[in-house]
């Protein structure tokens, strides 16, 4: 069992920089690849960004390409999402996910564990 929790979200000017984390509890955090997914009002939820089990490989989507960087610390059960130039449609529930399966995927439905979600707004 992985339980995550997610926290740094909230609200900032478009053009700023939002930093969130998600802490996961259990030994086996560093055997998870690790994902964050996004869900806007009435909007179906989509992948963002996802690092493989040790950090050596990682995948954006392109709406968030070269704006949001994807990191992980295994010595502190942790993994990030560093959001720089953000804009208005950036806004969201973001959430991360766990997959045991080690290397970033987009497909949410290979996630094994969810966080509750932080709300991150961009106001423009």
């Known amino acids: 069992q992985v339980q995550l929790v997610e926290s740094g979200g909230g609200l900032v000017q478009a053009g700023g920089s939002l930093r969130l984390s998600c802490a996961a509890s259990g030994r086996t955090f560093s055997r998870y690849a690790m994902g964050w997914f996004r869900q806007a009002p009435g909007k179906d939820r989509e992948f963002v960004a996802a690092i493989s089990w040790r950090g050596a490989n990682t995948d954006y989507s392109e709406s968030v390409n070269g704006r949001f960087t994807i990191s992980r610390d295994n010595s502190k059960n942790t993994v990030y999402l560093q959001m720089n130039s953000l804009r208005p449609e950036d806004t969201a529930v973001y959430y991360c996910?766990?997959?045991?399966?080690?290397?970033?995927?987009?497909?949410?439905?290979?996630?094994?564990?969810w966080g509750q979600g932080t709300q991150v707004t961009v106001s423009s």
């Open positions: 996910a766990a997959d045991w399966r080690l290397n970033p995927r987009r497909n949410q439905d290979a996630y094994d564990y």
